[in-house]
């Protein structure tokens, strides 16, 4: 990575600023699951150990934007972050107040403090704009929006000392905001976490210098939510693999009878356009050639395990054993797999095994695997067998925007090596 790292600086004796991501679901005000605080320690440990007293910022959820709303709150986050460390986090009640600064700049060696929802502060996020908007109005509603992101981002500046600012959130890399971009302007030196720095190097190995062969296994629900990624890693791999709901826009290009199988209509032409792609580039693009098709949208709903032509009334919710052997064969074979998407309902037990399939396949090849996405994430995870993953992603959006090929904000912030 050509990106400073918090190896790459002295610690010692400052204040520093880091944005993490505790974007973490909160039930009865608890934290229900900890995973991304717990991901998070390392980094935070490093920082504390080498003689730094560290403020910590992070959004969670999608409040209005307009103050304090008691659901997305961080306090719960400080309790658990508390335990997890074994000593004090003291928590600061919003991001830029006189009485949450003083807090910081008491701050001691060692000490951690954590501040408030960066949400609570509509500046943080995205330009509202009316739907039945003119391009000069959106236009004049986004320069606004830039313009207070950035006083934003100089409130929230002086929470550190202004020297180092860590960033440590990958999963909000792809926003140009002012807590994860914007303020790096106001400190010396930007650098990633150990977090930041995985994320980074995982994604960027694959798509600058993967071991070959190199497969990309793509499913979920929408063509036009993938289809960038489809189009940049088609330059890339070796072999493509379509699934999941895209793969049945992908038949009607090839006039394949769907039945009432999810189809975007409006992206046959792009389907067209993707497969001659494929060929022009020699890239092996494999859609599966059997599937489980039901009666209705329904766990309970009748199933039949048919070829690729969908019967008519009858909808394909997961990929068929054919498929699911002739992708793990090809998944076998490769050295280097990103995946991102499900084969197919795998939320529903009867529509899980080609998911599952695909999981155990990457499981057992000694390849290097990337998981993204948070569906394709959590069958890993539900299987058990993400241990046996090189590296899972945190980032749904940042992950799918870094295989589209995208520069991201929060990495593009970060000073270079
Ligand atoms: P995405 O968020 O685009 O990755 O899509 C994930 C969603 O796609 C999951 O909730 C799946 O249940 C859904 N999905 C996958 N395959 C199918 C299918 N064949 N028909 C309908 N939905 C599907």
């Known amino acids: 990575m050509n990106k400073k790292t918090v190896r790459d600086v002295d610690f010692k004796g400052r204040r520093v600023l880091s944005r993490v991501d505790f974007n973490v679901p ?6 229900a699951d900890d995973t991304r605080i717990t991901s998070a320690i390392p980094t935070i440990k490093y920082i504390l150990d080498h003689g730094a007293s560290l403020v910590l910022m992070s959004h969670l959820g999608r409040p209005k934007g307009k103050g304090y709303e008691a659901d997305f709150s961080l ?6 972050l508390q335990e997890l460390l074994g000593k004090p986090v003291k928590f600061g009640p919003d991001c830029i107040s006189a009485e949450t600064m003083a807090m910081a700049r008491d ?5 951690v403090l954590l501040v408030e929802n960066t949400r609570f502060y509509a500046d943080e996020g995205k330009a509202k704009v009316k739907d039945d908007a003119t391009e000069e109005e959106k236009k004049a509603a986004k320069a606004e929006m830039k313009k207070k992101q ?11 000392d202004g020297e180092i600012f860590v960033n440590d959130a990958f ?3 792809h926003r140009a905001h002012s807590s994860t971009s914007l303020v790096c302007k106001f400190y010396k030196q930007n650098v990633a976490g150990f977090l930041m720095e ?11 210098k993967p071991e070959r062969p190199f497969i990309a296994i793509l499913g979920g629900a929408k063509v036009s939510d993938k289809v960038n990624v489809i189009t940049n890693l088609l330059t890339k791999v070796n072999s493509l693999i379509i699934g999941g709901a895209m793969a049945y826009t992908f038949y009607r290009a090839k006039g394949i009878p769907t039945g009432k199988s999810l189809v975007e209509e409006d992206k046959i032409d792009l389907a067209k356009d993707i497969l001659a792609k494929a060929q022009a580039a020699n890239v092996k693009l494999l859609l599966p050639v059997d599937n489980v098709i039901a009666d209705k949208f329904d766990a309970a709903a009748q199933t039949k395990t048919v070829g690729e032509a969908i019967d008519d009334g009858w909808m394909a919710l997961d990929i068929g054993p054919k498929s699911a052997q002739i992708f793990a064969d090809e998944i076998k074979k490769s050295k280097t797999v990103v995946w ?12 899980a095994a080609g998911t599952l399939a695909v999981a155990k396949a990457i499981a057992e090849t000694k390849c290097l695997s990337i998981v993204g996405g948070g569906d394709s994430v959590s069958a890993v995870n539900k299987s058990g067998l993400a241990p046996k993953m090189t590296h899972i992603s945190t980032g749904g959006g940042a992950s799918l925007e870094f295989l589209e090929g995208k520069q991201l904000p929060g990495v593009v912030a970060l000073t270079d090596k």
């Open 340 to 351: 991102n998407g499900p084969m197919g309902c795998f939320e529903m037990k009867p529509f």
């Open 26 to 31: 909160i039930k009865e005000g608890k934290v």
């Open 75 to 80: 306090k719960p986050v400080a309790a658990r």
């Open 171 to 173: 999963g909000s890399a």
């Open 150 to 160: 950035a006083e934003l981002a100089e409130k929230l500046a002086p929470l550190g």
């Open 198 to 208: 995985k994320e980074i190097d995982y994604l960027g190995r694959a798509l600058e």
């Open 107 to 111: 701050l001691k060696a060692g000490e």
